[in-house]
């Protein structure tokens, strides 16, 4: 099993910056790639970023890139989306997921491990 703890969310105006934190345990080695991503209310939960623990290449969807970044820290085993110049449209419930391999994926159902979502919300 992996266990994935999200935090960092919050209120923040348009414009501002926020950064979340997803700190890993459990079955490392399960959860090579780790990915954010967001569900707006009536929306489907979308890509936002990922990483691979190994190697370290990430991919982010064109709607954050730019503004967003993802990086990880092998040390405490936490990856981070750090986002910058943040809109009314960034605000969603925020997940953290894991899944083993190697592939970079982009849709939720290739994700094994979910966090428990942070909220975001961005004020105009």
């Known amino acids: 099993q992996v266990q994935l703890v999200e935090s960092g969310g919050g209120l923040v105006q348009a414009g501002g910056s926020l950064r979340l934190s997803c700190a890993r345990s459990g079955r490392t080695f399960s959860s090579n790639v780790m990915g954010w991503f967001r569900q707006a209310p009536g929306k489907e939960r979308e890509f936002v970023a990922g990483i691979k623990w190994s190697g370290g290449s990430t991919y982010a969807a064109d709607s954050v890139k730019g503004r967003f970044t993802i990086s990880r820290d092998n040390a405490k085993n936490t990856v981070y989306l750090q986002m910058n110049s943040l809109k009314p449209e960034d605000t969603a419930v925020y997940y953290c997921?894991?899944?083993?391999?190697?592939?970079?994926?982009?849709?939720?159902?290739?994700?094994?491990?979910w966090g428990q979502g942070t909220q975001v919300t961005v004020s105009s």
């Open positions: 997921a894991a899944r083993g391999g190697l592939q970079l994926g982009v849709r939720a159902s290739e994700y094994d491990y």
